[in-house]
């Protein structure tokens, strides 16, 4: 098993953590905003000097040749604020497992386990509400990553990619938040023949007042795929809730559903988010 993308991860927390200690220290931890569970990225960043860890239980049950096969993975997301507009993140499925059932000719199921590609890149927040700009722009920002093909076959895409997304924040009447992504998918290397395409997510989040002040609720709608127009992109149905433990620390439940595309039928993930 390939643990690379592991090591990496490791090897960045323990060099950036006393930086991150210091400004624990030296400032009052603001609003927590997290990149999970929801498919859309956020365009807030974690504030300088902060380390803030997502990770999560995943999953998945699709549709295989020998009937339905259970998919378990472990996503975990770095996040490293640079400056209070400027964040830089690692982020693999650190470990995965299918379950395959059984075939006449195998005889009985089998599992199969390995590690995902490791993602590097950075967001900059460039518009930032408040002060003299208008109460209806959104918070604005830029994503752009590399993954880089580290993952066990069957779990990483065999080549590398450059992904660049535009994301944003609003804030809509009645205390409802939305969150947009548009982004491309570009492959850096023609090692799977697989064709350059798009990325999509749109969340709706609402405050659930009534039942918890620390507690939030959202749906969301996201998929993806190639700019071919004879394939059918991929097309998901989400939601979940949001439970914000302490003003560091936040847990997640999220279910999602495919709706368009040879997607799992359905998914399940449950996680949790802290900030140094």
Known sequence: MKLKPVLAMIAVVFAWYPLAAHAAGAEEAGEMFTDRPDQAESSHTVG?????????GDVEWSDGAEGVVTSLRTPLKLRF??????????QSEVMGLDV??????????????????LDAGFKWNALKPGGELPTWIPSAALLLAVSAPFGSVGFGAGSAWGKATLAADFDLPGELGLAANLG????LADLGGVPPGFRFAATFAHPMDPISDHLGAYVELFGEGPFDRDVDPLLSLGGGITYLVARPLQIDLSMRAGVIGDLPVVGAGLGVSYRI
Do not use: K
């Open 48 to 56: 300088a000097g902060h380390i803030q860890v997502e990770a999560g």
């Open 81 to 90: 604020g640079v400056s209070e507009r400027w964040e830089i993140h690692l």
């Open 100 to 117: 395959v059932p059984s075939s006449e000719l195998a005889g009985m199921g089998r599992a199969i386990s390995g590690v995902g590609d």
């Open 184 to 187: 491309l998918l570009l492959p």
